[in-house]
């Protein structure tokens, strides 16, 4: 049996959701509508349809149907920044239908991305290439729009300048460009979606430090490593870059022919090295200089694989190197420093014994190299404090190192080199700087030396030479008397060695303790006249007449 007739829904209202909301998910409301009230005997029912659009003209509809409740959230986003229509159908089972008016609202909301991590570097590392990747945690949009990163890096902690990389579209970046050596770099990430809402990494001033790789040792015993770096980033030609600290790298060469670079250093700042140091291989060698081919240039000898032996030697002139064969030596501690120095029988000839000198620590030299001892092989004498004058004297044949003394063996005024040639504790021979020639010491056994000239003298054209003799040491006065035994001058007053030795003086009254060779002088000149030298000597006093003449 069919119902008589059939009514319509109640007429309803919107209710919510007009206007701006702040969700891209809006709740839709509406008031209840309702079947005829002389429908419901008859099992009518009532449903709503909700429909909705960006077109005021609707011409591209989203639509939900069938809803038994006057709500409605959708199940998926809404797009942000849109205006959209909406209206509600409500109708019952024999499709009557009631429509409500038409509302608008206009979404804005967008939630930024979540907060994110950076994972690496870790703070504070030190990367080895000048393109290093970094990488953080994934950030999500919770509105499920897309999400790009911003990656940015400074020089400065406080990002005052800064390069930025931006759209990047997964959670890691590499450079494309080489970062600097030996600088500090600080970086940060930010994520942001397709509305530019952003957020930042959560750390903010992480840092890393970028330094090639590198091999470190204590070429100088200072307690601090030398350094060398692999800087063109090329592990074929080793570490070929040498950073000073302390010490200087004077050469840079492959020193023993495997490819790499090694360095010949100089741990004292000049430019003499004195350790080659192979890094690939981990070798370090004291560096002996010498003339090995003659051409008058000194090279840098030393042990190119660490196995004790000098096997190469590197030649300044043609920046070459070259293999050695070791040199016949002699060694011994002259300088007194507790390192040896070396004699070297650089020419091959055994004949004339070891003819070169070589202290590797560059402190003492050899001032004149001869035979002092008549055994036709070459002796040296050996300054140790640089002052040209020689301190020592090695005959490396015979392993003898005596002291050298400081005297006027030959009464010419010039300090010779007396010396003990065969280290038996007497003093036999001195070498003359007059006539470079090695003389006998002159034995004093007796009075004979008293020689004054010239006598008479005239002190304003000439010095009268005083030579005294001394049979042994001992304190020594010379001084000068006029013919009343009055005491004018005093010319010598002091320790005196046994030998032969002299003053001069000038006439004057003012000079004390003139030294040998020296010239007592004095602006106040004596009165010509007859005078009395005294000799007051260890062993004896003597007298002798000088005149002075206008």
């Known amino acids: 049996m069919g119902i008589p007739y059939n009514t319509s829904p109640a007429v309803f209202s919107l209710l919510s959701s007009s206007g701006t909301v702040g969700t891209r998910r809006p709740t839709f409301d509406w008031s209840d509508s309702s079947a005829g009230a002389d429908d419901g005997s008859y099992g009518d029912w009532l449903k709503y349809d909700i429909l909705y659009s960006t077109s005021a003209a609707w011409t591209t509809t989203t639509s939900s149907i069938g809803l038994v409740v006057s709500n409605f959230t959708p199940s998926s986003n809404l797009n942000n920044f849109t205006t959209y229509f909406w209206k509600v159908?409500?109708?019952?089972?024999?499709?009557?239908?009631?429509t409500s008016t038409e509302w608008w609202l206009y979404v804005t909301s967008n939630s930024a991305p979540t907060p994110f991590s950076l994972t690496t570097p870790t703070n504070g590392q030190t990367v080895t290439t000048r393109k290093p990747e970094f990488d953080w945690s994934d950030s999500t949009e919770p509105d499920g729009d897309s999400v790009m990163y911003e990656f940015r890096h400074s020089t400065a902690s406080g990002f005052s300048v800064y390069t930025a990389s931006s759209g990047l579209i997964s959670s890691a970046f590499t450079f494309d460009v080489n970062l600097d050596f030996f600088t500090t770099y600080y970086w940060r990430v930010y994520a942001y979606d397709s509305f530019g809402s952003t957020v930042s990494c959560l750390e903010t001033n992480l840092w890393i430090f970028v330094e090639p790789n590198k091999i470190s040792r204590d070429i100088n015993g200072d307690g601090i490593p030398e350094n060398v770096y692999d800087v063109d980033e090329n592990t074929s030609n080793g570490y070929e870059s040498y950073i000073n600290q302390g010490t200087t790298a004077t050469v840079k060469i492959d020193g023993d022919n495997d490819g790499k670079y090694d360095f010949f250093i100089s741990t004292s700042g000049d430019s003499n090295p004195e350790i080659y140091w192979d890094p690939d291989s981990n070798i370090i060698s004291t560096i002996t200089v010498v003339d090995v081919n003659s051409d008058e240039i000194l090279d840098y000898v030393y042990d190119s694989n660490g196995d004790g032996t000098n096997d190469k030697y590197y030649n300044p002139g043609n920046m070459t190197i070259n293999s050695y064969s070791a040199i016949p030596s002699k060694t011994s501690d002259v300088n007194g420093n507790g390192n040896n120095e070396q004699a070297l029988d650089q020419d091959g000839n055994p004949n004339n014994g070891y003819e070169t000198f070589i202290d590797p620590d560059g402190i003492s030299t050899?001032?004149?190299?001869?035979?002092?001892?008549?055994?036709?092989?070459?002796?040296?004498?050996?300054?140790?404090?640089?002052?040209?004058?020689?301190?020592?004297?090695?005959?490396?044949?015979?392993?003898?190192?005596?002291?050298?003394?400081l005297q006027d063996y030959n009464g010419d005024g010039v300090s010779d080199w007396g010396i003990d040639v065969n280290g038996d504790g007497a003093y036999d021979k001195y070498y003359s700087l007059a006539t470079r020639r090695l003389l006998n010491i002159p034995v004093i056994n007796s009075n004979t030396?008293?020689?004054?000239?010239?006598?008479?003298?005239?002190?304003?054209?000439?010095?009268?030479?005083?030579?005294?003799?001394?049979v042994k040491d001992g304190d020594v006065i010379i001084d000068i008397y006029?013919?009343?035994?009055?005491?004018?001058?005093?010319?010598?007053?002091?320790?005196?060695?046994?030998?032969?030795?002299?003053?001069?003086?000038?006439?004057?009254?003012?000079?004390?303790?003139?030294?040998?060779?020296g010239i007592a002088w004095s602006g106040n000149k004596i009165a010509m006249g007859i005078y009395i030298i005294r000799y007051k000597l260890p062993d004896r006093t003597e007298y002798k007449k000088i005149a002075i003449i206008k």
């Open 482 to 517: 006029n013919i009343t035994g009055e005491k004018v001058v005093v010319l010598v007053s002091g320790y005196r060695t046994k030998g032969r030795h002299q003053v001069k003086w000038n006439g004057g009254n003012g000079e004390f303790d003139t030294q040998d060779g």
């Open 89 to 98: 159908n409500a109708y019952d089972s024999y499709a009557a239908t009631t």
């Open 449 to 470: 030396g008293y020689n004054i000239g010239p006598n008479p003298f005239n002190p304003s054209e000439d010095v009268a030479t005083i030579v005294y003799d001394l």
């Open 366 to 405: 050899a001032v004149v190299s001869i035979d002092t001892d008549g055994d036709g092989k070459i002796d040296h004498f050996i300054d140790i404090n640089n002052d040209g004058i020689p301190d020592k004297l090695w005959d490396p044949d015979n392993n003898v190192v005596t002291v050298v003394q």
